[in-house]
């Protein structure tokens, strides 16, 4: 098992940044992707971005150029970093580790963007 704790959500104006933090525990080893998630009411959950075991990154061309997938491996946490925030980035954001065939899953943290 793979557990996965969000952080980092809130309340922010358009063109501010925030940043997401996502801690792995348990069983990591062997996690093959981890990634980002976001679900706005109504719409159905959509890939924000992925960063693979071996470093490479994949990102929605909605948020490529503004938002950075990176990790820690010292600390088994994946950040998003999110810059030029616009109303249409709020979501609940949701963290997922790809191990075997396995998708593990963060309880989500809310991004809010309005002025």
């Known amino acids: 098992q793979v557990q996965l704790v969000e952080s980092g959500g809130g309340l922010v104006q358009p063109g501010g940044s925030l940043r997401l933090s996502c801690a792995a525990s348990?069983?990591?080893?062997?996690?093959?992707?981890m990634g980002w998630y976001r679900q706005a009411p109504g719409k159905q959950r959509e890939l924000v971005a992925v960063?693979?075991?071996?470093?490479?990154?994949n990102y929605a061309d909605s948020v490529k150029g503004r938002f950075t997938i990176s990790r820690d491996n010292a600390k088994n946490t994946v950040y998003l970093q999110m810059n030029s925030l616009k109303p249409e980035d709020t979501a609940v954001y949701l963290c997922?580790?790809?191990?075997?065939?396995?998708?593990?899953w963060g309880q989500g943290t809310q991004v809010t963007v309005s002025s």
């Open positions: 960063i693979f075991r071996g470093g490479s990154t």
């Open positions: 348990g069983s990591i080893f062997g996690i093959n992707a």
């Open positions: 997922n580790a790809h191990k075997a065939t396995v998708l593990y």
